[in-house]
């Protein structure tokens, strides 16, 4: 039997269900702050923007008003998180891979990579 010494999980949609009002939490935060300004980005564009550097898509569609724009997401971003919600059975797998005495962690970005050498457990 092989033991597992880490679990790496994606965060979002995995571990936890961050849709808020049918969205994923970056998405919404993202649209909330935009509109605040009166700057509409379609949807399809900020999805394409999903695993970017936050400010960095907030300075590439805000125009002059980036910096305001990025001080409004990151607030949303507080305000909207509280309406997560852990998806049906990650803590349960998780308090079993623990008590298997496993590493446990998280990968945020869905273009994050497990360092090189790591394991990939099917």
């Known amino acids: 039997m092989i033991r597992t010494r880490l679990a790496v999980f994606d965060m979002a ?3 936890v269900d961050d849709r808020i009002d049918g969205l994923p939490l970056v998405l919404k935060s993202y649209d ?6 009166g700057v509409e980005v379609p ?5 394409a923007h999903r695993g970017r550097d936050k400010r960095t ?15 409004d997401f990151i607030g949303f971003l507080k305000g ?3 309406e997560i919600r852990e998806m049906e059975g990650a803590p349960g ?10 590493g446990l962690n998280g990968v945020p970005g869905r273009n994050r990579r497990a360092p090189r050498g ?3 457990m099917g």
């Not at 909330?32 to 300004?37: L, V």
């Open 13 to 15: 949609g995995t571990t």
């Open 32 to 37: 909330d702050a935009f509109r605040n300004h």
């Open 43 to 47: 949807m399809m564009v900020l999805n």
């Open 57 to 71: 898509v907030i300075g590439e569609l805000g125009g002059d008003k980036a910096d305001e724009i990025y001080v």
């Open 80 to 82: 909207n998180i509280s």
């Open 93 to 102: 797998a998780a308090k079993g891979k623990r008590r298997q005495d496993s």
């Open 118 to 120: 790591t394991p990939w």
